[in-house]
């Protein structure tokens, strides 16, 4: 699945954490929860001391950031001045784009590094991720989340052809956590010609919505957009942004910013205060298999973001030397129903919540198994 990205404006004397867009904002959120989870604790000291100073807030942008480099190279001359402030980070993060380039031949034995954010569960059929197939692979979200904790573990090398060091593997995780519990980052409809929902490993001649980037959605009482929403991008930034004030477009840029991280940050220390329900798995689970089950977790909730709107004039389109399934999903609220805008906030909260507390547990495990939990951690 190709996943469309908003991004920071282009870095070049070093990375700028508090430059505004509305991709990073969730991102953002759950990497300064886990960084007031990890607060003076060893697994906290062992993290700055693994990013060269950075914080996980910070670092929760880097892999998308790295998506600014496909066009111009790593050897163009802005892009070896990102993170120059940080030069072991910045090697780091070249040589791993390097061996992770950008590529669309999804049968090539080198990955790119854009595959490692998503899997694509077919939606159809109640699946689990280990149920079939289709939309899974060896670079998936969750097959490339146990390689960095195995990494961070030392079970695995550092020096391995991904070139997926210790702070590279902290960069990833920091990043992927998010998008995991995201629920069009885990789960995919597919359309039959006719434009039915199917599964595709029962039924030929399917088409992916690559993960709702081909549907645009459309909202009741919608404002104007100047662009189509795209479905993927309402819940990667809107949803988000839901759960924060809006400021009119008529207040000065840098009042606005002020406003908004001000904003960000009161939502961070409330999460980070407040224990998220259900947000632990059972002890039994080991921490390598947690991606697996945040996947089977998050799958329902992508399902019921598909339910409760309807699909509208999907059909097969060519789009880039690809075939896929474009068309239309639709809110037609009924009575006493919830606006799709409230239910989608709602359940982005509670999963940026739940994330950034899991970052921190899941860090603590991988780095530090022997210390006491940082998200029980007294405040």
């Not at 505004?20 to 300064?32: L, V």
């Not at 496909?70 to 090697?91: C, L, M, N, T």
């Amino acid at each position: 699945m190709k996943k469309l990205f908003l991004f920071p404006p282009l870095l070049l004397l070093g990375f700028v954490p508090g430059t505004q867009a509305y991709g990073p904002d969730g991102h953002k959120i759950i990497g300064a929860i886990a960084d007031q989870k990890l607060a003076n604790t060893p697994t906290g000291a062992r993290v700055s001391q693994l990013l060269d100073g950075y914080t996980l807030e910070e670092a929760a942008l880097m892999a998308d950031t790295i998506k600014q480099w496909d066009k111009p190279g790593i050897d163009d001359p802005k892009v070896q001045r990102y993170f120059s402030s940080h030069p072991k980070i910045a090697e780091q993060l070249r040589a791993f784009w390097q061996a992770n380039p950008p590529r669309s031949d999804e049968k090539s034995a080198v990955p790119s590094h854009h595959w490692f954010h998503y899997t694509d569960v077919p939606l159809v059929d109640d699946e689990k991720y280990a149920d079939g197939k289709t939309g899974r692979g060896q670079w998936d979200i969750v097959h490339m989340m146990r390689y960095c904790i195995e990494v961070l573990q030392g079970k695995k090398p550092e020096e391995n052809a991904r070139k997926i060091t210790k702070p590279i593997a902290l960069i990833l995780l920091a990043h992927f956590v998010g998008d995991i519990h995201q629920p069009l980052h885990v789960g995919a409809q597919y359309f039959d010609a006719k434009g039915n929902p199917a599964n595709p490993d029962r039924v030929s001649g399917i088409f992916p919505d690559e993960g709702g980037n081909s549907l645009q959605l459309k909202l009741a009482n919608a404002a104007p957009r100047k662009r189509d929403l795209k479905f993927h991008g309402y819940w990667d930034a809107d949803a988000v942004l839901a759960n924060l004030p809006q400021f009119p477009d008529t207040m000065p840029k840098e009042e606005r910013q002020m406003k908004m991280d001000a904003a960000e940050k009161a939502l961070t220390t409330d999460l980070a205060k407040e224990e998220p329900k259900n947000w632990q798995l059972p002890p039994s689970v080991p921490v390598a298999d947690y991606p697996e089950a945040w996947a089977n977790e998050i799958l329902p909730l992508a399902r019921e973001a598909h339910a409760r709107l309807h699909y509208r004039d999907v059909k097969p389109t060519l789009d880039q030397e690809k075939m896929v399934a474009a068309g239309e999903i639709v809110e037609q609220p009924g009575p006493g129903t919830i606006p799709y805008r409230k239910w989608s906030a709602g359940v982005v909260r509670e999963e940026l919540h739940k994330a950034g507390w899991r970052l921190a547990d899941l860090l603590q495990r991988a780095l530090d198994p022997g210390s006491p939990t940082p998200a029980k951690a007294a405040p």
